[in-house]
């Protein structure tokens, strides 16, 4: 049972050009989380998505920042006008079908966001 | 608001050392505290978790006890082998909510 696939797994993006972050949960998940990690400091919580809703994006920057978890395919964290400041790794984690706060997270590998 | 906080890596230790990874936590409930593991290249595993005061998670030769009184869970083995370097990060989750709270992660190094 493959785990938690994310891609890419390095990204180098210019100021001011889009970033495009996917993640694909383990087999027969249907909730995925995403978090951030900035240089030197613990993961953030960012948002929660189950298949075609976003459950809470209380952790989302208010502008650029986008998620979706559509209904075929993985879910895509979007980033646009990247900026020196979005640098950073980005986690994302997925657990079965079920209430959220009973099931374990499954993360995975991360993509490392560069802005150069 | 809720946090965790844990020691400032790199920590580097002799293969057949004894470990202990400070981990704290602030929280305004009785959360659950985990400990995730990732070795390079790869994903976030979970190693260890306690769900109420006085519990011991163990795995793998690691354990920590959830202690409120000190609202601690050190992490700790008894001997480190050099697969066990890593970077290991302390969370928290309150039984209402799904968010885990990060520290932000140590590194473990073990020269043979």
């Known amino acids: 049972n493959a785990g938690v696939m994310q891609n890419p797994r390095h990204l180098v993006r210019r100021r001011g050009q889009e970033a495009r972050l996917r993640c694909s949960p383990m087999k027969g998940h249907s909730h995925v989380y995403w978090y951030r990690q900035l240089p030197e400091e613990g993961l953030k919580f960012m948002v929660y998505l189950q298949k075609e809703n976003i459950i809470d994006e209380s952790g989302m920057p208010k502008e650029r920042f986008s998620a979706e978890f559509p209904k075929e395919g993985p879910s895509i964290l979007r980033i646009q006008q990247v900026v020196r400041g979005d640098s950073a790794a980005y986690f994302c984690a997925s657990s079965p079908t079920g209430p959220a706060i009973v099931y374990e997270q499954y993360f995975g590998p991360g993509t490392r966001l560069t802005v150069t | 608001g809720d946090s965790v906080t844990q020691m400032e890596g790199p920590v580097t230790l002799s293969e057949e050392a004894f470990l202990t990874i400070n981990c704290t936590y602030t929280a305004t409930g009785y959360p659950s505290l985990f400990w995730y593991v990732q070795y390079p290249g790869e994903g976030l595993q979970l190693l260890l978790k306690?769900?109420?005061a006085d519990d011991k998670g163990s795995n793998k030769g690691f354990e920590a006890t959830y202690r409120k009184e000190t609202t601690s869970f050190h992490l700790e083995k008894g001997s480190v082998q050099v697969s066990d370097s890593a970077v290991y990060f302390c969370a928290l989750r309150m039984d209402s909510n799904y968010q885990l709270i990060w520290g932000a992660g140590t590194k473990l190094i073990i020269k043979p």
């Open positions: 306690a769900t109420k």
